[in-house]
Nanobody, 125 residues
């Protein structure tokens, strides 16, 4: 079975940085998309970023461009989310997700078939 495991969350002060990891295993298809989503208390699930396995193309929510960077290490089957200049409003549970196929956009949550357990990010002084 395909598994996704997030790690790297924690408590950071405003202006700080954090790097999240999503380790994937058990998949066999050549083409897929890994997306990052987040959900704050009382809020819906929000798309953050995604990366395509086909060519490494990356996409970001407009409001997060310049602060968040997605990358991959194919040898480790791991996708990273580097988060800089963190703000209290970034506080949320962050999830990585796996979707089959080649896409030119990240797409909504229902495009993704497998999800990790989530990792808590809290930005507070």
């Amino acid at each position: 079975h395909l598994q996704l495991v997030e790690s790297g969350g924690g408590l950071v002060q405003p202006g700080g940085s954090l790097r999240l990891s999503c380790a994937a295993s058990g998949f066999t298809l050549n083409y897929y998309v890994i997306g990052w989503f987040r959900q704050a208390p009382g809020k819906g699930r929000e798309g953050v970023s995604c990366i395509s396995s086909a060519d490494g193309s990356t996409y970001y929510a407009d409001s997060l461009k310049g602060r968040f960077t997605i990358s991959r290490d194919n040898a480790k089957n791991t996708v990273y989310l580097q988060m800089n200049s963190l703000k209290p409003e970034d506080t949320a549970v962050y999830y990585c997700a796996y979707g089959e196929g080649r896409r030119s956009t990240c797409g909504p949550p229902n495009w993704y078939d497998y999800w990790g357990q989530g990792t808590q990010v809290t930005v507070s002084s």
